[in-house]
Nanobody, 117 residues
């Protein structure tokens, strides 16, 4: 079992930055691929970043160049640095862990990011 706790959400103006953190329990964090997702009420959840066990990273076009995912295995933490935020980035952001990229078994409770115009 892995428990994930996100933090770092909040209110920011357009063009601003936020860094989200996701702390994982357990001693096998390094064995998991990690992902960040976001969801707006009424819309499907979408992936915004993923990082493999070997720290290869993946981004959709909508955030590439603005978002950066990283991991610190010593701290059992994955981060999402978000720069040049836009109003359309407003959502609840979730982190997830899985044995393989794209297949996630564990999810955090989410943290709200609000970007104001």
């Amino acid at each position: 079992q892995v428990q994930l706790v996100e933090s770092g959400g909040g209110l920011v103006q357009t063009g601003g930055s936020l860094r989200l953190s996701c702390a994982a329990s357990g001693r096998t964090f390094s064995r998991y691929a990690m992902g960040w997702f976001r969801q707006v009420p009424g819309k499907e959840r979408e992936s915004v970043a993923a990082i493999s066990r070997g720290s290869n990273t993946y981004y959709p076009a909508s955030v590439k160049g603005r978002f950066t995912i990283s991991r610190d295995n010593a701290k059992n933490t994955v981060y999402l640095q978000m720069n040049n935020l836009k109003t359309e980035d407003t959502a609840v952001y979730y982190c997830a862990a899985g044995r393989r990229l794209g297949t996630y078994d564990y999810w955090g409770q989410g943290t709200l990011v609000t970007v104001s115009a």
